[in-house]
């Protein structure tokens, strides 16, 4: 088993920054993309941001030049760096891991518990 745990949501004004981050643990032999999600109420899923275990990296358009996402392969840690927010940046923000639990297993996706991002003045 994996567990993901996530840090760093909050309240922010329009114009803030926020760093999230992504802590993979357990059995972990290693770790393929990395990235997260959001969902708003309301609305369905979306890709913020992936980065592969190579380092390459995609973002949706609505983030694009706003957010980075970087990794920390040694830590299992995925961040996502927020500047410029907007209010339409609000949503529950999740990161999810592909990980292999062992040298002959299958790719699994984990989830982490959602960290909640409030864009408000």
């Known amino acids: 088993q994996v567990q993901l745990v996530e840090s760093g949501g909050g309240l922010v004004q329009p114009g803030g920054s926020l760093r999230l981050s992504c802590a993979a643990s357990?059995?972990?032999?290693?770790?393929?993309?990395m990235g997260w999600f959001r969902r708003a109420p309301g609305k369905h899923s979306e890709l913020v941001a992936r980065?592969?275990?190579?380092?390459?990296?995609n973002y949706a358009d609505s983030v694009k030049g706003r957010f980075t996402i970087s990794r920390d392969n040694a830590k299992n840690t995925v961040y996502l760096q927020m500047n410029s927010l907007k209010p339409e940046d609000t949503a529950v923000y999740y990161c999810?891991?592909?990980?292999?639990?062992?040298?002959?297993?299958?790719?699994?996706?984990?989830w982490g518990q959602g960290t909640q991002v409030t864009v408000s003045s």
């Open positions: 980065i592969a275990s190579g380092g390459s990296t």
């Open positions: 999810n891991a592909e990980v292999y639990e062992g040298r002959w297993s299958g790719l699994r996706d984990y």
């Open positions: 357990g059995t972990i032999y290693s770790i393929n993309g």
